[in-house]
């Protein structure tokens, strides 16, 4: 059985702080803003899992409400999807990842974006694609406001998993 999750998240861009997507610092001097670590990237990776599984969304899961989640490394949210995802049956047959920015240039981050995202996902790095775009000085991604990413995914039952 197959199932697919769809994800889409906004930070707005403020001061400088350590800056991460998709698990990887980034040197730019400026940042996310946001409840846990901001990393808008790994937010949809988990947030397109938990929707694949039907439970709701990212903050149904880890409220922004709950301190336990201030500065959380997003990891932590990829982490527990997986977990959840496992536990389910499911493992990732594949995963497409947008993000929309007009700054920093992702080009000598992405390979390793992806070594990390298919290591937290327990799958190939040929399982994980990652795109970037442009604003074109259009809008809030465009303005330098914001940060935008989103993700689809497809889980596959895991027949060994079935087994148990």
Do not use: C
Request: charged share 25%; net charge neutral.
């Amino acid at each position: 059985m197959f199932r697919i999750g769809h994800s889409y998240d906004t930070h707005r861009i403020g001061p400088h702080k350590l800056f991460k997507l998709g698990g990887v610092p980034i040197p730019w001097n400026r940042g996310l803003i946001g409840h846990s670590d901001a990393d808008v990237v790994l937010h949809v990776v988990a947030e397109s899992i938990i929707g694949a599984l039907a439970l709701g969304d990212l903050g149904t899961l880890f409220p922004d409400t709950d301190s336990q989640y201030k500065n959380r490394d997003s990891s932590f949210f990829v982490a527990e999807a997986v977990k959840i995802m496992e536990e389910r049956g499911y493992t990732i047959q594949n995963i497409d990842i947008t993000v929309y920015l007009e700054e920093p240039m992702l080009v000598p981050y992405k390979p390793l974006m992806k070594k990390q995202i298919a290591a937290l996902l327990k799958t190939a790095e040929n399982n994980v694609n990652i795109k970037a775009t442009r604003g074109e000085g259009l809008g809030y991604i465009g303005r330098r406001e914001g940060m935008s990413a989103e993700a689809v995914v497809l889980l596959i039952s895991n027949p060994q998993m079935k087994k148990l």
